[in-house]
C-alpha cells in the first residue's frame, strides 16, 4: 500500500511555543490530507480536512486559529500548533487520500506532542 | 458519513478465527465499509473494504450482509501480532467522503 510518513514521531516543546508536524505522501499525489487527534485511551478525532492549494475546512470545535494547516503541494500538508499548553498534548495523526484512485486513504505512523 | 456499533471488546484464542461484528443500519447506497486497525502508539492500518460483496485479501475477510445493514470482519488465523483495536468505518468513495471513527473493538489475542 501507499506509504504517508509524519515528521517529528515524537515532540517535547515548552508551553507557548509554537510546533510544526510535517506530512507527507512518499510515493503518490494526495489531492486530500486529513488531521486527526487521539488522547490516550480515547479514539481518533477528526480536526480538519485540507484540499491541495485550498484553505482547510475545520471540524466543529477545532480553533483554526491555533491549529494551522497548510496544503501546498500534492504531497505535503504541514500542522501547526500555535502558541502550545499542556491541553495540546495529544497524538496527532494525518491522513492522505490518492488523486487517482478515490476512497483510498492512507494514515501516517503519527506525531507525539508533549507540552510542558 | 453513516455511524457504526461495535462492541467494546473481544477475546480470541491464538490460531482461531476471530470475527469482529460490527452494526451500520443507517449506512446509504453510496458508502463502503472500511475497517482498520491500531497497534497501540501507531497510526491505523488499512485491512479491508467493500460495498456489498463479500470481499477477501492477504489479512482478512469481510462479509457484508444482503441489506448491508451490517459486516463481519473475519481474521482467520489469529496471532498475538493481531492484538490491537479495530475500527468499523462506513463512507462513500466521493471527495467529500471522510473517515469518521467511532470507539472500535479492542480485540486480544490470548495464547
Known amino acids: 500500500g501507499a506509504v504517508v510518513s509524519q515528521h517529528p514521531s515524537r515532540v517535547i516543546c515548552k508551553s507557548g511555543t509554537s510546533v510544526k508536524i510535517e506530512c507527507r505522501s512518499l510515493?503518490?499525489?494526495?489531492?486530500?490530507m486529513f488531521w486527526y487527534r487521539q488522547f490516550p485511551k480515547q479514539s481518533l478525532m477528526l480536526m480538519a480536512t485540507?484540499?491541495?492549494?485550498?484553505?482547510?475546512?475545520?471540524e466543529q470545535g477545532v480553533e483554526k486559529d491555533k491549529f494551522l494547516i497548510n496544503h501546498a503541494s500534492l504531497t505535503l500538508s504541514t500542522l501547526t500548533v500555535t502558541s502550545a499548553h499542556p491541553e495540546d498534548s495529544s497524538f496527532y495523526i494525518c491522513s492522505a487520500r490518492e488523486a487517482l484512485i478515490i476512497g483510498e486513504q492512507f494514515f501516517g505512523p503519527g506525531t507525539r506532542l508533549t507540552v510542558l | 458519513d453513516a455511524k457504526t456499533t461495535q462492541p467494546t471488546s473481544m477475546d480470541c484464542a491464538e490460531g482461531r478465527a476471530a470475527n469482529l461484528p460490527c452494526n451500520h443500519s443507517t449506512i446509504s447506497g453510496n458508502e463502503y465499509v472500511y475497517w482498520y486497525r491500531q497497534i497501540h502508539s501507531q497510526g491505523p492500518q488499512y485491512i479491508i473494504h467493500?460495498?456489498?460483496n463479500n470481499e477477501t485479501n492477504e489479512m482478512a475477510s469481510l462479509i457484508i450482509t444482503e441489506d448491508r445493514k451490517s459486516s463481519t470482519l473475519i481474521l482467520p488465523h489469529a496471532t498475538l501480532r493481531d492484538t490491537a483495536v479495530y475500527y468499523c468505518i462506513v463512507r462513500s468513495n466521493t471527495n467529500a467522503g471522510k473517515s469518521t471513527f467511532g470507539d472500535g473493538t479492542t480485540l486480544t489475542v490470548k495464547p
Open positions: 467493500g460495498l456489498k
Open positions: 485540507s484540499n491541495e492549494g485550498s484553505k482547510a475546512t475545520y
Open positions: 510515493d503518490f499525489q494526495a489531492t486530500t
